[in-house]
């Protein structure tokens, strides 16, 4: 989920102060998804370029993906 750099970053900035130790998951295969992919360089989150948590999704995904109408969901 594209909330989790900024979980890292709050985490680092706010409460740890480290990188040590810590450990996040990441879905690689979501990226496609969304209008702003996460960006990792070194193993590491990269902080989002414009304000926000970067969520917002492409343009019809949300539709394609619906229940069970979406087009993913049709055999």
Do not use: C, T
Request: net charge negative; no cysteine; aromatic share 12%.
């Amino acid at each position: 989920m594209r909330i989790h750099p900024a979980r890292v970053m709050f985490d680092y900035l706010s409460v740890s102060g480290s990188l040590e130790g810590r450990f996040i998951e990441h879905v690689a295969h979501l990226h496609e998804h969304f209008a702003n992919p996460i960006e990792i360089r070194n193993g590491r989150y990269m902080p989002p370029s414009a304000p926000g948590f970067s969520v917002d999704f492409i343009e019809g995904v949300l539709a394609e993906h619906e229940y069970p109408n979406g087009q993913q969901w049709k055999v």
